[in-house]
Nanobody, 122 residues
Framework: VQLQAFGGGLVQAGDSLKLSCVAS????????VGWFRQAPGKEREVVSA????????FYADSVKGRFTISRDNAKNTVYLQMNSLKPEDTAVYFC????????????????WGQGTQVTVSS
């Protein structure tokens, strides 16, 4: 199972970015996928997650209304659209896959991709 995250970059506050997480090596439809982030000196935290099937999604309070998660099973890809970015969104963003029903905790995820850096300047 391999996950690769793309799309990070340096933007200004208020700008948008769209991250992509491309999966290979497993049946993509069998897993729920989450996005996490880790800022320097801070613990990794969940940002958003989407269930393997159905409409179920999860968002951290800090990103509700600004970020949108979606998936395209035909492309084995999960997206994270990030709008109205703030400096506090600056972090390395990771995607991960799980077959657990619990989406909000990193310890329930089995497979992790490499991170992509998102930097938001004020």
């Amino acid at each position: 199972v391999q996950l690769q995250a793309f799309g990070g970059g340096l933007v200004q506050a208020g700008d948008s970015l769209k991250l992509s997480c491309v999966a290979s090596g497993y049946s993509f439809r069998s897993y729920s996928v989450g996005w996490f982030r880790q800022a320097p000196g801070k613990e990794r935290e969940v940002v958003s997650a989407i269930r393997r099937s159905g409409p179920g999604t999860f968002y951290a309070d800090s990103v509700k209304g600004r970020f949108t998660i979606s998936r395209d099973n035909a492309k084995n890809t999960v997206y994270l659209q990030m709008n109205s970015l703030k400096p506090e969104d600056t972090a390395v963003y990771f995607c991960a896959a799980t077959n657990s029903v619990v989406l909000s905790q990193a310890r329930h995820y089995h497979y992790w991709g490499q991170g992509t850096q998102v930097t938001v300047s004020s």
